[in-house]
């Protein structure tokens, strides 16, 4: 959970804080700087070596969760109040008596999505009641009322009630580090789903998704013709390491949800169609006294899962959640490929990795040493050959192994570990102390848990497919804003903040400059050919540098037409650009 909490925090910071709130400070809005200096601090408090992999007593990670927590609502604050700043200076006269509201793309290529929107209404407004959705051109977008309620909230010294009406909302040609305007009108949406529905069956343009008896799914890619059975498919194995390392026991025994009887319920709205599946898996309660097996008695493991196919959208999203009344135990989820291959792709830090991808030789209760079969990913970790492939994107999901059966290449995706000792000498894999021998009951993560992941199949690799763009716009997904009626500003309702013409380059920073109120824009490059990309920015700028991470100047650049540099970037290169004003 500590990981899952990281991410959002990471991601928050990285996608939403800095870049909205340098876009505000640009056009003369608020200096959030401080405050998002205060918030970062607050994260790396928590990022010492054992603290964030876990490895520490019960009252470390704690406190942890609290930085977390703070950090949070620091950075929720920074994007609702300098999102709100900044849009007083976006035109949205375009439809007269309409409720606007803004939807805003971290990612630097043009996306389509769907989202979830809180829309706040005055709590007598009728508009409430009935409405549609257009853009300025009068075209309409899909939607679905998920939810309507009084809320009441506290603005600057004062409480205001709102009808809060949630949404799903498909949009669509998002521009990269840009925004879109859309206008709630007087109406009615046309009812028409694009979605086919059949008993224990879904569909849409690109995927046909069918459940299994035991809650499994298979999906047909009508892309590839192509097919994938008996995924998101659940792994429990004893756990008799510590907080560092994974082990199994001398009988080591596997239970799965092969044989499960699940409740399963299908739905569908104007976004999108829902599987929801739920049932109790029966494992072990805990790890025998001798440490040898599992434990005779049972508990029940609940399981549920939603899984979710957007309307024109290239990936099923899986929301699972889990309530965790066993110890000593490592709970996975399977991705059986039907693809063999000893290699797999991962999104690590700056760079697409290829790695082998089994690591065979395993230790024994008699012949012990060290041993990690899992390895660590960021976004996503992928499977392919040279004709199709299925990648795993995952939300705070670090550790994956690839398993092999009978020449077919399994990804198993590690939801949590439940343990507790800090450290012990007894482990198959790891055959000595790595820290003090210290019980940290907490390390047994009972309690309810939930966990998000989405399934990409693609043709070719990855990287071939493009593949990677799904992952990120799935970890930094568009986000929507309610904003005031009838602005006069100076930008258009659409608008890209940042362009970038090449989707192989990817932005990793935006963010105000140390020095001065300028822009930082932070670029990589994860292919293993150079790219030429041209980078345009919304405002006129003075001085344009490539700079090192502490911000000083290497090179000097030329604007090579209205707001506009060319840069080449080298095979997995990182470089920094400041942008002054």
Known sequence: YLKQLNYYNQNLFEKYVEPISIFNRLNGGYNYHPLVWTGWKIILKNHPHDDICGAGVDAIHKDMENRYKQATEIGEYIVKHAFEEF????????????????????????????????????????????????????????????????????????????????????????????????????????????????????????????VNKNGSINIFDKRSHTFYFNLNLFEDTEDIGDEYTYSYCKKSKTITSSKAKPKIKISQNNVYSEIRVSFNLKIPEQIAANRNKRSKKLVSLPIKSIIRLGVNSERIDITTTVVNNAKDHRLRVLFP???????????????????????????????????????????????????????????????YEILENKGNSIIALTLFRSVGWLSRNDLITRPRNAGPILKTPDAQCLGTHTFEYSIIPHQKNVMQSKAYKQAYLYNSPLLGFNVKTNNKGRFSDSMQLISVDSDKIIISAIKKSEKGDNLIVRLFNPFSEAINVNIEIYKKFKNVSIVNLKEETIEKLKETDNNLINVDIKPFKIITILFEF
């Open 87 to 210: 849009s007083n200076s976006i035109n949205t006269c375009s439809i007269p008596d309409s409720k606007p509201i803004i939807i805003f793309n971290s990612n630097n290529w043009l996306s389509s999505d769907y989202l979830f929107v809180d829309l706040l209404f005055d709590p007598n407004d009728k508009l409430a009641d009935s409405f549609k959705i257009i853009d300025k051109d009068g075209n309409e977008y899909k939607y679905s009322i998920l939810s309507s309620e009084l809320f009441n909230t506290v603005e600057i010294l004062k409480e205001v009630t709102y009808k809060r009406v949630k949404i799903a909302l498909f949009v669509s040609n998002v521009f990269g580090v840009g925004y879109k305007t859309l206008y709630i009108v007087k109406g009615k949406q046309k009812n028409e789903s694009s979605f086919k529905v059949k008993k224990n069956q879904v569909e849409n343009s690109f995927f046909i998704i069918s």
């Open 337 to 399: 490929t039907n693809i063999s291959t000893n290699k797999c792709i991962v999104d690590d830090h700056f760079y697409f990795i290829e790695r082998d991808a089994y690591y065979p030789d395993k230790p024994t209760f008699d012949n012990r040493f060290e041993y990690y079969g899992t390895r660590n990913q960021q976004k996503f970790v992928s499977i392919s050959d040279e004709k199709v492939g299925i990648t795993i994107a995952n939300k705070g999901l670090p550790e």
